[in-house]
């Protein structure tokens, strides 16, 4: 399985702490040793960061932990590598640019059969089923809508093609349009959200501690979406399968279910605000 | 005016030494503070790092510099911003996926009237007529070839696109779909082809030297491309304003001209070899 990492924030925020605890199970303590990426938004555009070398080993990822990027959206990945070769074409985030903005798509699981979907606009640059997914879900959004749709709308439809995704395997995917954080948890997916007050966190792979206290603001919020908890001593919740998260400005926007457990169909716990 | 820096070589290449030259010049001895940016490809797939910091200050050039990435095409960009602000959506190289490949696309000049030319499935990011052209290039080739035609096709229509603009204005322009590298000189683009025997070269805003004979194989091949010589101790070759050069493993593939100063139509030197 590969491993992500999500962030939502209200503020240009740092995320290297988090992406430690991330770039040592690449290779490190972890056996995700197959590449690593990063992407991090600025407005409608995102500076990518991709290298076939384990994270726990790659120059790019140590100069990473040294210079803060300071972003209100990002999204990571670490790969193990079961469809498509160690290379550059096959290693995550992936991006592409759909109505003016670049769409970021990051994925964990395997898909069955996901190349018989059929592909119209975008095509696949590398050989991962991962990449596959995210082509044909821009078709598909492309063919829904002709311009960019509101939030809601949006919301709505990603979360019926995630669920359609989900069923052909394990689905667990972060992605970005700038505007908002999805996070969709076909099967494992756990969140935490960072607000005033804020206290000191430890990494459980790392022992590397970190005060929020020290490095932020009383109105920043911030929402980290992993597919483990990163750290030891605060309060992770696991997000239940089925469930497209919507993160906006640091806050879970929505919760949305196609089948919910319980049977409620589309169930929205929150409003989304953008 | 902005600069440009391109490689095409027959392996996998250090660009480290021309790409210092090219970085001096962002906020060092020239006055391109505006932003840089370089794309490396591997395979069909390219890496690329954008900052809006002047490259000659900024923390992931100072890191290029220190850490070689080799690739056998290049192409990097510094900014002097004349439309569109400082921003990360408006920093070149620009890229887009077509037919399953990366393009790569970085611009030198002015377009009037740029704005007028109708988008379809490309649409740009940030504000600027670069890469609002080529958003216009792609959608035009998306439109003429319903797949990945041959080079040759490509060539003469990308001759054909890139001619159209330069009556715009001026249209300096790098461009890679990871086969070829492209170069149309609008009015001001030089090239150099290095191989054996290699000798010594000395950067012009540095005081750098390298000597190319321990750093390559008798059998290497590199063609370099720049808005200006890198070099005081080489022979550039001025390329004539109206030519695309085709650049295919290090080589010069084909000079092709639409209007050529003599009045011969669509010249071709050489026979391009993909």
């Not at 972890?30 to 600025?42: L, M, N, Q, S, T």
């Not at 906006?248 to 169909?265: D, H, N, S, V, Y």
Request: charged share 25%.
């Amino acid at each position: 399985m590969c491993e992500l990492l999500g962030m939502s924030a209200n503020v240009p925020t740092d995320i290297r702490f988090s992406f430690a605890g991330l770039a040592r199970r690449g290779g490190g303590v972890g056996p995700h040793r197959d590449g690593w990426g990063v992407a991090f938004y600025e407005g409608r555009a995102a500076r990518a960061f991709h290298d076939p070398e384990p994270a726990a080993s790659s120059d790019i990822a140590r100069f990473l932990g040294a210079h803060p990027i300071r972003s209100r959206t990002v999204i990571a990945h670490i790969r193990q590598a079961n469809r498509g070769r160690v290379a550059l074409a096959n290693t995550h985030p992936f991006t592409r640019e759909l109505w003016g903005r670049i769409w970021t798509f990051a994925h964990n699981g395997q898909l069955r059969g996901v190349k018989s979907l059929p592909l119209d606009f975008y095509q696949p640059v590398g050989e991962t089923d991962s990449e596959r997914a995210f082509c044909w879900m821009l078709d598909q959004l492309r063919s829904r809508f002709p311009a960019l749709p509101s939030c809601r709308e949006l919301d709505g439809e990603i979360l019926q093609l995630s669920t359609r995704l989900a069923r052909l395997g394990v689905f667990n995917m972060l992605l970005s349009d700038s505007r908002s954080l999805y996070a969709f948890c076909g099967k494992k997916l756990s969140c935490l959200t960072r607000r005033a007050p804020f206290g000191e966190a430890t990494l459980i792979d790392d022992d590397r501690k970190v005060n929020f206290a020290e490095e932020t603001g009383p109105d920043d919020c911030v929402t980290v979406v992993a597919t483990g908890p990163l750290t030891s001593d605060e309060t992770w919740t696991a997000i239940k399968p089925g469930a497209l998260l919507v993160l906006r400005e640091g806050r879970i926007a929505a919760t949305l279910f196609l089948e919910p457990p319980g049977g409620q169909k589309h169930s929205r716990e929150r409003i989304p605000t953008c």
